[in-house]
């Protein structure tokens, strides 16, 4: 769990300090607009949120009336959670009290007309790389088509006629047992349609990732859904534009960023990233993070000179949504799991692309050239020098 020291969430702590014309102008200026369009919760799926000690919150992204198409309404869910048995426990004991909590989420979701779910990173895992251990963290890897978290996912995306993007870590038996960070996509009638493995790895403080497994070999795909066209940018890679750009050019309408990320490294970035994908893309993104303190039996060094530690920081949740005209929904909390609902209107990312020509002005050509010339060990930057 979370230290008491933890602040509960840090859009709550502004509503509660601001009011009125205040409250109004500070919600215009930091979410894009001033109320947030908050949908009432389901009593009987609020009490359900309640007793099972999640946090619930549901907004609406209205796009405008059109003349010549009818709206195009999707309720995308996402849900960020902690772990649910101690990290010393038997891995199939610790992989099914996630499923046991996580069913309950996914039956919120279903129960309130969530049609696209996305979970966070490594969701069926102790989020364990930071150790460098290979043993028993490897056990968690699982075949994409039939895993253990596959199969028990297939069963929920045929229960309620729902898209499931389940982030696990793989293992790939044709390819010599390898293993990838992979996002795994679930239609309504419980098949897998595809996957897409991670594209950029960290190499940063305790984000041992490569010592796992290397940087993905799946492109940019854009699963293409009864509900719209979904892509997945995982992690690390919100940090490379070029990376949200790619699933942007590929067609996407909603990109899910499912991540494992702490306090005291990126929190500062967290409410940037996802955001200005959105709006430099005209698409909708979800930042999605776990929440927690994960503790692990043996210690481990961070290569800082610092003392070793047990534990790998606080994953701070704060799961968001962004529009394609950059507003925003206020994040779930920072130490309870969650579930955060968007009622979207797809029809959004072709109004906005007309409002502000983005994807017309963004000179691919211009860019294409000068990257093939950049990539070439010859090359010589653009300099103008003061002789």
């Not at 950059?326 to 609902?341: E, F, K, N, Q």
């Not at 502000?356 to 103008?384: C, E, N």
């Amino acid at each position: 769990m979370a230290a008491s020291t933890e602040i509960v969430s840090l859009d709550q702590l502004i509503a509660s300090s601001l009011s009125g014309h205040d409250l109004r102008e500070f919600n215009r200026i930091h979410y894009g607009r001033t109320h947030h369009h908050a949908i009432e919760i389901v009593s009987t799926v609020q009490r359900f949120a309640d007793d099972n000690g999640f946090e619930i919150a549901a907004y609406d992204f209205p796009a405008k009336q059109e003349e010549t198409r009818n709206p195009r309404l999707v309720k995308v869910g996402v849900i960020q959670h902690s772990i649910a048995a101690p990290t010393d426990k038997p891995i199939v004991v610790q992989r099914e009290a996630i499923f046991d909590k996580i069913r309950k989420l996914i039956d919120a979701a279903g129960q309130a007309g969530v049609n696209v779910l996305c979970l966070q990173e490594a969701w069926s895992m102790p989020f364990a790389f930071c150790t460098r251990e290979k043993q028993p963290w490897c056990e968690f890897a699982e075949s994409a088509n039939d895993g253990p978290s596959t199969q028990f996912l297939k069963e929920l995306a045929l229960k309620y006629k729902m898209v499931i993007v389940s982030p696990i870590l793989e293992r790939d038996e044709i390819h010599g047992e390898t293993i990838w960070n992979t996002a795994v996509v679930i239609n309504e009638f419980g098949k897998v349609i595809g996957k897409h493995r991670k594209n950029h790895i960290p190499r940063v403080g305790d984000f041992n990732e490569s010592t796992y497994y290397f940087e993905g070999n799946t492109g940019h795909p854009v699963f293409e859904t009864k509900y719209g066209r979904i892509a997945i940018n995982i992690c690390y890679g919100r940090h490379h534009p070029q990376n949200w750009l790619m699933f942007g050019i590929n067609g996407a309408e909603m990109v899910f960023n499912p991540s494992a990320t702490v306090a005291g490294l990126s929190e500062h970035l967290w409410c940037v990233e996802a955001r200005n994908a959105a709006i430099a893309n005209s698409y909708f993104t979800f930042a999605i993070n776990r929440v927690g303190t994960e503790h692990f039996p043996n210690e481990f060094t961070s290569g800082d000179g610092k003392p070793a530690h047990k534990e790998f920081g606080h994953f701070y949740g704060s799961s968001y949504a962004t529009a394609p005209d950059g507003a925003r929904t206020p994040g779930l909390s920072r130490v309870r799991d969650g579930l955060l609902i968007a009622q979207i209107d797809l029809n959004m990312c072709r109004q906005i692309k007309d409002k502000w020509g983005f994807t017309m002005t963004q000179r691919l050509d211009l860019y294409a050239d000068s990257l093939s010339k950049a990539v070439k060990h010859d090359y010589k930057p653009q300099i103008i020098r003061n002789n």
